[in-house]
């Protein structure tokens, strides 16, 4: 068999992600940090962006969308399975991961560089990465560079100053709430990882690299820090639970965090999307928030409605997205 190839970053939790899945399917890949040393490589093969993950398969189109790839990928290796046997469960997995890349990100992107030690940190870790782990002996300047690069990226992906507190206080809220539910199941939905593990476990393992974050995180939610290891090489412990095993500390997630921020804002941006509009503002349950419209998150978030709607006659998937408050977000057009 041809192995995979993936072109990624240790800074990057798309990367992380897509690693981790190639890894639970017991695939052979090529894992190639991207760095100055192979720009042009990477470049050759990019598609459409200059970002990472960029996964070349031995049997598929490159791929730079981490979402697709994981798809893709179960399509051609089906086990051992990501997708739980549970279809109610199956379409929550998917809500989830959609939450993880869409949201979390934001939050872990306000807390490496909206705020000090941990954004000159996380700078010396991508010059490293530049330098293919050798960082030049001048990197004051180029650190502050990167510094400046990143920061002024907040904007761009809603993690700005003003809508600050709302994204800590979303993603300390979820994690005490994965953290209960992890508590007594091994992965999200049972004994072996979804593809929200895979996603959410990416974004909390780059938080785990940052100060701030990293050090509540292993006081107040260690059990969310053990997943995150274990969720660097995962293995099948077991089957997929049911909903109704699950749903005691599943629900929290959706009805305490998911529906009171993501859900709210990933309408809004839609909606907005739909209209041509530039930036929006949502009311969400700790303010107001306000950003750019975000298309591709737009076009994502048109999929998951569609992939909902047409599971719509699933009584347990109902009745879970009604009693959570999520129910309202995915009936409009």
């Known amino acids: 068999m041809t192995n995979?190839?993936?072109?990624?970053?240790?800074?990057?939790?798309?990367?992380?992600?897509?690693?981790?899945f190639l890894t639970y399917k017991e695939l052979p890949f090529e894992w190639i940090t991207r760095s100055r040393s192979n720009e042009a490589e990477f470049q050759a093969n990019a598609q459409a962006f200059a970002t990472v993950p960029l996964l070349v398969s031995p049997t598929r189109p490159v791929s730079q969308d981490s979402t697709a790839m994981l798809a893709a990928i179960e399509a051609d290796h089906a086990e051992p399975s990501s997708v739980p046997d549970d279809p109610a469960c199956a379409m929550l997995a998917l809500i989830l991961e959609d939450y993880a890349d869409e949201w979390l990100n934001k939050c872990m992107f306000q807390q490496r560089w909206g705020?000090?030690?941990?954004?000159e940190a996380a700078a010396l870790r991508v010059l490293a990465q530049l330098y293919d782990g050798k960082p030049p002996r001048a990197r004051k300047a180029p650190q502050k560079q990167i510094v400046e690069r990143m920061t002024a990226r907040l904007s761009l992906?809603?993690?700005?100053?003003?809508?600050?507190?709302?994204?800590?206080?979303?993603?300390?809220?979820?994690a005490l709430c994965l953290n209960d539910h992890l508590k007594n199941h091994l992965c999200l939905f049972g004994g072996r990882p979804s593809v929200a593990d895979f996603a959410l476990a990416a974004q909390f393992q780059q938080m785990l690299l940052d100060p701030t974050p990293g050090n509540w995180l292993r006081d107040r939610a260690p059990f969310v820090a053990a997943w995150c290891t274990f969720m660097?090489?995962?293995?099948?412990?077991?089957?997929?639970?049911?909903?109704s095993a699950l749903e005691e500390t599943l629900a929290p997630l959706f009805g305490n965090e998911l529906s009171l921020t993501y859900l709210p804002w990933?309408?809004?941006?839609?909606?907005?999307?739909?209209?041509?509009?530039?930036?929006?503002?949502?009311?969400?349950?700790?303010?107001?928030?306000?950003?750019?419209?975000?298309r591709y998150a737009a076009r994502a978030f048109k999929s998951l409605r569609a992939a909902v709607s047409a599971t719509a006659e699933d009584a347990a998937l109902k009745d879970f997205l009604e009693r959570t408050g999520a129910d309202r977000h995915f009936t409009k057009a």
């Open 4 to 20: 995979y190839r993936l072109f990624g970053a240790d800074t990057s939790p798309y990367s992380l992600k897509v690693k981790a």
């Open 115 to 119: 705020q000090s030690p941990d954004r």
């Open 157 to 174: 992906v809603g993690a700005e100053a003003d809508n600050g507190e709302t994204l800590d206080a979303s993603w300390r809220r979820f």
């Open 232 to 243: 660097e090489a995962p293995q099948a412990g077991g089957p997929f639970a049911d909903l």
């Open 266 to 294: 990933a309408s809004a941006n839609a909606a907005s999307a739909a209209r041509n509009r530039k930036r929006f503002s949502v009311t969400l349950t700790d303010g107001a928030f306000e950003q750019a419209t975000q």
